[in-house]
């Protein structure tokens, strides 16, 4: 049984690599019972949306298009 | 060459400015690559129908004139020991108690609110990046922005696989961290 340290863990690996079958089975058993990860996973998420946001934002510079 | 193009390629300057000196941590340095990526955008020419297309163009062409000069860095051994360091995640693990449940719970990020506040998430995540050790913060954006894959990233930094896992780690639960006190008190 993983506990939220590991999980948390695997959670951001799975960004960065595929999970091996039992690493990922632990980890979907873990959320099934652990809305505080689920939040975890949801931050991590909205991180990655980061270049999405970048990319489509201009900050410093005023956009001067009509 | 349409005569507006190198202001539209100029107004990107300051993003591109402040993803180059996230990565290089050099004032010149950072001028520098983001000089040679404007002189290549303006060399090809090329037209963009949407700013977004031409941002991501040009975070491309930024992408490689970084790596260059990371690559031509790499045999700095002051940099490796520096990031020896930022491999130790005992901070990280405090975090979490003696069960390893989380000492202070990961809450609720409310969605429509979020995407309303684009400008206000860019601000944050700028903000949290820089307060990232540097090498941390650099691994990031080589990930996540650059959406480079980890072997690529290792050969670049002189790290193993697992070292870089746990960068990336302590760079999502640093910002996760940070984002949410940041977003919280922007709310209220």
Known sequence: MLNCREASHLLSDALDRALRPQEHSQLKEHLKKCPNCKNCRHHFLTLRSWKTAFLAGVNAAPDTTP | ?188
């Open chain 2, 1 to 188: 060459m349409p005569d507006g193009f190198a202001a539209e390629v100029y107004a990107h300057r300051a993003d591109l400015l402040r993803i180059a000196w996230l990565q290089l941590r050099d004032e010149h340095l950072a001028e520098d690559v983001v000089q040679e990526t404007f002189l290549a955008a303006l060399k090809s020419g090329q037209s963009f129908a949407g700013r977004s297309k031409l941002k991501t163009w040009l975070i491309g062409i930024l992408k490689f004139k970084i790596v260059d000069a990371l690559r031509s860095r790499a045999r700095d051994p002051i940099a490796i020991s520096h990031m020896e360091k930022e491999v130790d995640v005992q901070d990280m693990d405090a975090l979490f108690d003696e069960q390893g449940l989380w000492r202070s719970r990961p809450r609720g990020w409310d969605d429509p609110a979020f995407i309303a506040g684009q400008q206000d998430f860019l601000r944050i995540m700028d903000l949290c990046l820089e307060k990232l050790p540097p090498d941390t913060a650099r691994v990031f954006i080589l990930r996540e922005l650059f959406e480079m894959e980890s072997e690529e990233i290792c050969g670049i930094a002189s790290i193993s696989p697992n070292h870089l896992g746990v960068l990336l780690y302590r760079a999502r639960m640093s910002l996760r961290r940070c984002v949410e006190i940041n977003w919280l008190s922007a709310m209220s």
